[in-house]
T-cell receptor, first 115, second 115 residues
């Protein structure tokens, strides 16, 4: 069975600093996808970044990058130059191989950016 | 390009009543998903449609829950004889079965409170 673990319930960071949110995963499938979503207090899940298990390079999307370490089964999200608007819940999720479409989510990390 | 919409945004009901939620996916997205999120947890998968076919159902989806996507466009999720344990945020997502990532885009959710 697939499992996502996010060990940081809460993180507090000063504005403009970089922050790393941890995510480890467990799967026996060689093909899988890893996603990060942001959930502000309004409740909507906002897609941030995707990493495929066969991707050779770490994914990047603007200020977001994914530190993918396959051997360690980790997929940490790095946010550079944090902004006040980055304060939210962040969820790591995994999708299995083709044919298994559901996402399995971790418990999330609440990020608070201090001015 | 409008995103995923869900109605109602909030629903308060008494135990034992039936409720129905609606989800309108991003136009041309052929896959539609329902998730449930309780306080302090990540979303949990309920069910998934490809066009009008319901291809996967979670064991979380008891006999009191039913989901439909009659014409492969919008979807409804009905809960019969609601229980207090059904109180949660119900999230809908859609994706386009094309390409590699098949990213799921979420709606704002319907928050259900069962009194």
């Amino acid at each position: 069975a697939q499992k996502i673990t996010q060990t940081q319930p809460g993180m507090f960071v000063q504005e403009k600093e970089a922050v790393t949110l941890d995510c480890t995963y467990d799967t026996s499938d060689p093909s899988y996808g890893l996603f990060w979503y942001k959930q502000p207090s309004s409740g909507e899940m906002i897609f941030l970044i995707y990493q495929g298990s066969y991707d050779q390079q770490n994914a990047t999307e603007g200020r977001y990058s994914l530190n993918f370490q396959k051997a360690r089964k980790s997929a940490n999200l790095v946010i550079s130059a944090s902004q006040l608007g980055d304060s939210a819940m962040y969820f790591c999720a995994m999708r299995g191989p083709q044919g298994a479409q559901k996402l399995v989510f971790g418990q999330g990390t609440r990020l608070t950016i201090n001015p | 390009d409008t995103g995923v919409s869900q109605n109602p945004r909030h629903k308060i009901t008494k135990r034992g009543q039936n409720v129905t939620f609606r989800c309108d996916p991003i136009s041309e997205h052929n896959r539609l998903y329902w998730y449930r999120q309780t306080l302090g947890q990540g979303p949990e998968f309920l069910t998934y449609f490809q066009n009008e076919a319901q291809l996967e159902k979670s064991r979380l989806l008891s006999d009191r829950f039913s989901a439909e996507r009659p014409k492969g466009s919008f979807s409804t999720l009905e809960i019969q004889r609601t229980e207090q344990g059904d109180s949660a945020m119900y999230l809908c997502a859609s994706s386009l079965r094309a390409g590699y990532t098949d990213t799921q885009y979420f709606g704002p959710g319907t928050r259900l409170t069962v009194l």
